[in-house]
């Protein structure tokens, strides 16, 4: 790292870290039950607003990306070789911590989700930041497929939720009585978030973009892949838990996909040698713990989701940086390569041997509480022995990854690398050592922080007062058993790692990630082949399927409306009317039949200039006046342009000039109905009264007509100059086309 990187990597990291120190100074104030509010108006219109309120949640959630985030950039400083763009790879990671801090603290749910995407899309240029790897980019655009779909389903979810409850913020939502839980709309809406959630969160079947994002540099793995962007899903759940906790199917729903995605993960994780796909999929069985006690709803369920959350980021983002050190410096992380690095990367050893003890769930760290109160919630209810032996499971095989991620690499006898292997330096090994610290201080000072740290935190979650406790001792009973069992078979899982690894790649799981990729080839199939059907190269089939499109969906309105009805009023048509009606007609069907172009042109002319002959009729010379106007240079223009045409037409076959005439048919007819609707739905006030009334005072006008379309209608009036100027700019570009004589002739 040259000197300049050098000075200015704790200036990059100063900023978080003061927002960190920040977050820190509120925790008494939020401790007291009091929250931090702050709004500036966006969109005043729709009651839109850039709200931010601070709670034990989203402190809890800030502490986190403030003081991750200070340690990563400090990580990354060191990490980045020197021909990496350093510049651009920052930008990213502060942009992306801040979309992520804003997610956290919106109070408005539009707000929250343009922060939801940013993050979306930050993560997508941070895990394609090696943009020259193929797997970089096929990663990236994985996630953001994923992500992104999600996000969709979560737009839709919170629009309903913010139509059900007349209420644009999360805090109006938790209010008591603002949704009722057995609404059709509201359960929808609840489907619709949780789908946004999971595949954020990388649930099972979604989950299979987070190990493919380790195409990311590991500060990136580090980041967002076990301390921030996956745990947006969790916090979503967590934040809407008291306005949806109440929909019948939120347990259901989300306790058995979070339980699932918890058991299956870890046996994936059993299959992997590559440390960071490792670290990968243990994480997304962590996540899959925090949506399975989110699901539960119950205070000593969110009680555990606060302090595993807490955990997982402290021990796994060190992990994380561990795997990258060790990378860095031996050139591999085939966990079966590496061996006996304790004796030349001491520092770095001490770090990931501080993380995987709490990883384990050992105490005194703050893993060990965590799976403690994990086991207390699971202990209660219809299905507590279902839901107990699921996280044993869980718990027995996180303690065997924690031994063969966080000792395996450093015990042992010293193994060959492709690298002389050596120790990191401070700025790779300092970070992830100060994270396995605090993971075990955190844990020794538990019981001290659960009132002033994780209370608010549970309090926000559960949508009330709630008092929570931590200790080291659980008492006689199924707790501490569960807990000596999870660790003694932990012990023997460790030991016999190599045999479960050959049986868990003997399970028949059938990778999510092939499902993905033969989706994503049916797509690209079908794009090609209503490329082939559709953008053939016709200027004729592009408009018939404008055309039909919009006559299809107006009919569908006019019908499901009811609207298409029959105006009154035919008694009042004058005969010089209905002649000049026939006029158009004529006029119209001589166009179509018309085997010269002259013919046909003229014909059209005819047809425009009884259009304006009905404005004169119905007391509109201004507007007859412009149609006169257009409809003669119109006919001038085309005229002067078939000097570089044949003479005739080219002959078209009967079917297709029917096909044509049926176009033409469904759209005056479409054009026709949908005016009677407009006239049969008039109020009891003529819109020409409020214009009448309205053209002197609003737009100090006398003529009418000029203030319509200068000031009602001045947007429609600019878009038909624009129209009419683009069209001019193309007739001048055909006028100026000297084709060869034979092409003239042709």
Known sequence: MSPRDRARAPLLAAIPAALFVYFLTLVPTISDGSTVEGSVEWI????????????????????????????????????????????????????????????????????LFVFWELTSITSFALIGFEHRKVSARDAARQALLVTGAGGLALLAGL??????????????????????????????????VALGALTKSAQMPFHFWLPGAMAAPTPVSAY???????????????????????????????ATAGGVTMV????????????????????????????????????AALKAAMVFLVAHALYKAALFMVAGAVDHETGTRDVTSLGGLRTVMP?????????????????????????????????????????????????????ALAALT????????????????????????????????????????????????FEPAVSASVGGAASVKLSFWPGVGSVLWLSVAAIGLGAVASVEVERLRRVASGVPLTPASDVYERSLDGVNALARLQTRRLQNGHLSRYVAIVVLTVVALTAVQLIVRDAAVWPDGWNDVRLIELAVGALVLGAGFAAAIARSRLRAVLALGAAGYGVALLFVLFGAPDLAMTQVLVETLTVILVVAVFRHLPVTAPRTSSGSRVRHAVLASAVGLMMTALTWSVLAARGDRELSEFFLEASRPLAEGRNVVNTILVDFRALDTLGEIAVLAIAAIGVIALLRLRPHGDEVNS
């Open 44 to 111: 005043p219109l729709l009651d839109v607003a850039l709200s931010f309120r601070i709670d034990g949640l989203s402190l809890i959630f800030g502490l986190l990306i403030t003081g991750v985030g200070a340690l990563v950039v400090v990580y990354a400083s060191a990490y980045l070789d020197r021909d990496v763009p350093r510049a651009r790879f920052f930008s990213f990671l502060l942009l992306f911590m801040g979309s992520m801090l804003g997610l956290v603290l919106a109070d408005d749910l539009i707000a």
């Open 159 to 192: 629009v309903l939720l913010a139509v059900v409850s007349d209420t644009t913020t999360l805090s109006g939502l938790a209010a008591p009585g603002a949704i009722e839980a057995t609404d059709r709309l509201v359960v929808a809406a609840f489907l619709l």
């Open 224 to 254: 967002l892949h076990s301390a921030t962007m996956v745990k947006a899903g969790v916090y979503l759940l967590a934040r809407l838990q008291p306005a949806l906790g109440e929909v019948e199917l939120w347990t259901p729903l989300l």
């Open 264 to 299: 299956l993960a870890v046996v994936l994780a059993l299959r992997e040698s590559d440390l960071k796909r490792v670290l990968a999929y243990s994480t997304i069985s962590a996540l899959g713990t925090l949506v399975f006690l989110i699901g539960l709803g119950e205070p």
């Open 347 to 399: 520092l770095t050893a001490a770090a990931a041997a501080l993380a995987a003890l709490s990883k384990a769930g050992l105490p005194p760290a703050l893993g060990f509480l965590g799976k403690e109160t994990v086991f207390a919630a699971t202990v209660e209810g219809e299905t507590a022995v279902l839901l107990s032996a699921a996280f044993l499971v869980t718990a027995i095989l996180t303690f």
């Open 406 to 453: 966080g000792l395996r690499p450093f015990t042992g006898a010293l193994k060959p690398t492709p690298r002389a292997a050596h120790e990191a330096p401070a700025s790779l090994w300092a970070p992830p050592l100060v994270l396995a610290v605090l993971g075990v201080v955190a844990g020794i000072a538990g019981p001290w922080l659960a009132g002033p740290l």
